[in-house]
């Protein structure tokens, strides 16, 4: 998980995803899911494509068809890495589209329209350029989860894996940052940088309390609780690990607990589930509906159709291009 792992191509990878996910996927739906997966791979094969997933997406498209896999940040290096014809994103558009803009010449395809972000949502073009006439000469730090268009407004983009890093790394006093205000929290309180926010929310992280955390260590003694940076500061006070998706699973692989909580979206759990079955997995289940669009039967009618292409214009494209390279060669921060 959160890792590169051999391309999936064949009928064994379908006996070892449902081994994976045993417990996981009931064996009916598995009566549905087995000849979606046998598709897909007779399909990236005449395709050259690749396939990308987030470690939000459901197990079976996870574990079952995914070639790649990890948080937005392994995402968009391995998307910068790619030498397939075809990359089809199982994610969000955000993703897709800085798939797109580090590789302009390649098709960037995702299986469905609708998967968009509420922190992508947040913030336009024009709010930065705004931001950047109230504070002139502060640059602007841009989370991926943005369009391309708020990219190529800003000086450099961040992940949540490494948020910190890139806002020490331009060596400014100030910096604005947006659009999630969440995450600009938990900058600022690790850095001296001042940090000027912006009021973007994900609508998933959001819903997290830090009641909730306290109710997860009453009834689930010694519990880990390792919470995502786009929760609210409460909950990020009350967890004792907080990092980005991948850092969650690095935690896991790494200290093996024997009870977690992973405050974040449901499927992370799932697939970390699938990996570690010893474990015990307490589940917040709060359900990102954008990541939730994608599906393997979605998959197969991107892969038939060729659809839905992913296109940024040109000059959108080069100049978002630029903040989105300054990140990648930040590149992960301290373990997030
Ligand atoms: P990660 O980069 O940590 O995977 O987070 C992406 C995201 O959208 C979390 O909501
Ligand atoms: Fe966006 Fe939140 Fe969904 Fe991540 S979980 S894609 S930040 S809405």
Known sequence: MGCERAVNTGSSNVARTRELTRGLIPDVEWAVFEPLIEKINELKRRRNAVILAHNYQTPEIFHGVADLTGDSLALAQQAQRSDADVIVMCGVFFMAETAKVLNPGRTVLIPDLEAGCSLADSITGADVRALRARHPGVPVVTYVNTSAEVKAESDICCTSANAVEVVESL???????VPDRYLAGYVAANTDVEILPWDGRCEVHEQFTAQQVRAYREQFPGVVVIAH????????????????????????????????????ECSMADNVAAEF???????????????KRITLSGIVEALEKVQYRVEVPPEIAERARRSVEMMLAVGRGGGR
Not at 171 to 177: D, K, L, M, P, Q
């Open 277 to 291: 079955p010893d474990m015990e997995l307490v589940r917040p289940c709060t359900v990102c509906p954008y990541m």
């Open 171 to 177: 060596g400014s006093e100030r910096v604005i940052f």
């Open 229 to 264: 940076p786009e929760c609210r500061g409460e909950v990020l006070d009350a967890a004792d690990v907080v990092g980005s998706t991948a850092a969650m699973v690095r935690y896991v692989r790494d200290h093996r607990p024997r009870r977690v909580a992973m405050i974040t």
